[in-house]
Structure formats: C-alpha cells, structure tokens
Nanobody
Framework: QVRLVESGGGSVQPGDSLRISCEVS??????MAWFRQAPGKEREFVAAVSWSGLDTYYADSVKGRFAIVRDATENTVYLHMNMLRLEDTAVYYC?????????????????WGQGTQVTVSS
C-alpha cells in the first residue's frame, strides 16, 4: 500500500503564498489529489494531477489561485497556494489512485494520513 506523507504547512496572512508537499512512497503510476478539512466542515476535494502531470483538475474555490504539480524525480506532489484567504484554513491531505479522473469522492478513500495544517489569519 502506498504511503503518503504531507508536510510544509504553516501560518500565513491573507494574500500570502505557501507550498505544501506530499511525498509518495513508491513510483507506481498514481494520479494524486489534495483534499482539505476546515474546522467544523466536511473534508473536500481541492486539486488533482495525473501521473504524467499533464492533466490537472481544481475545485472552483481554488481555481486560479492554487497549482498542483508533481515532481517525478522526487516522487513528490506539491500544492502551490497563492492569494491565500481566511477560508483556506484547513488541514490538507493528499491521496492517490491508479486511474486518472476528475471525480474524487472523499468516500472512495478509507485511509488518511495526518495531513498538514495551513492557517491563514490576519
């Protein structure tokens, strides 16, 4: 089973940028995605990238501000977050699946890592 380790979270101000990382334990051709869960809210999809890196898909709430990028040489997937807003505050998690899809229901995934906390506050 693939092991995913999220890192890079922190505390920033509105309008700032932050990059978080997800290290993948093996080089299987997984598509990858980021999810997040804000306090008191359901976990939600944020962004996904195909194994090749050529296909990406974003939630409307982050489109134009966030960029998901995979680095095959480092076996790592990054989420570049720009123009951060207060409502981006959440614990961010990554996930993997073998098939590329623009559908990433939270219910498809039974096991989650510890995530990385991103806090946006003024």
């Amino acid at each position: 089973q693939v092991r995913l380790v999220e890192s890079g979270g922190g505390s920033v101000q509105p309008g700032d940028s932050l990059r978080i990382s997800c290290e993948v334990s093996d080089r299987t051709a997984y598509s990858m995605a980021w999810f997040r869960q804000a306090p008191g809210k359901e976990r939600e999809f944020v962004a996904a990238v195909s194994w090749s890196g050529l296909d990406t898909y974003y939630a409307d709430s982050v489109k134009g501000r966030f960029a998901i990028v995979r680095d095959a040489t480092e076996n790592t997937v990054y989420l570049h977050m720009n123009m951060l807003r207060l409502e981006d505050t959440a614990v961010y998690y990554c996930q993997s699946r073998l098939q590329w899809s623009t559908m990433w229901p939270v219910s498809d995934f039974k096991s989650w890592g510890q995530g990385t906390q991103v806090t946006v506050s003024s």
